[in-house]
């Protein structure tokens, strides 16, 4: 069964996930959660690996609105899929 989820549903998964693998993070005496850590310390990272995560929703049937497609079916819009159109193509034309 396909759920579609919103992005803060995802990333508050994500960063359950980082803090679940990589527990507290100690630095200075002070103890942080690994995803503020990573969120702070490096951004770049922080988001490349969310949207891995994201990706790898969709191998159990989560979407996430407005980053992932679902695969559920298309509505019919009565014009051919680009499949389609090459299929007849006829480069000698």
């Given amino acids: 069964m396909q759920q579609v989820i919103s ?4 990333l508050e998964m994500y960063e359950e996930m980082l803090d679940d693998c990589e527990g ?3 630095l200075c005496g002070m103890t ?3 995803s503020h850590v990573l969120r702070e310390v490096d951004p770049v ?11 790898s929703l969709t191998e159990d049937g989560i979407f996430v609105e407005g980053l992932t ?7 019919d819009d009565g ?4 499949a389609q159109e090459w299929e007849s193509f006829d480069p000698d034309c």
Avoid: H, I, K, L
């Fill in 45 to 55: 990272a922080f988001r490349c690996g969310f949207n891995d995560y994201v990706d």
């Fill in 7 to 10: 992005e803060r549903t995802a």
């Fill in 79 to 82: 014009q051919p899929d680009e």
């Fill in 24 to 26: 507290p993070v100690e």
């Fill in 32 to 34: 942080y959660s690994a």
């Fill in 69 to 75: 497609d679902s695969e559920m079916e298309p509505e």
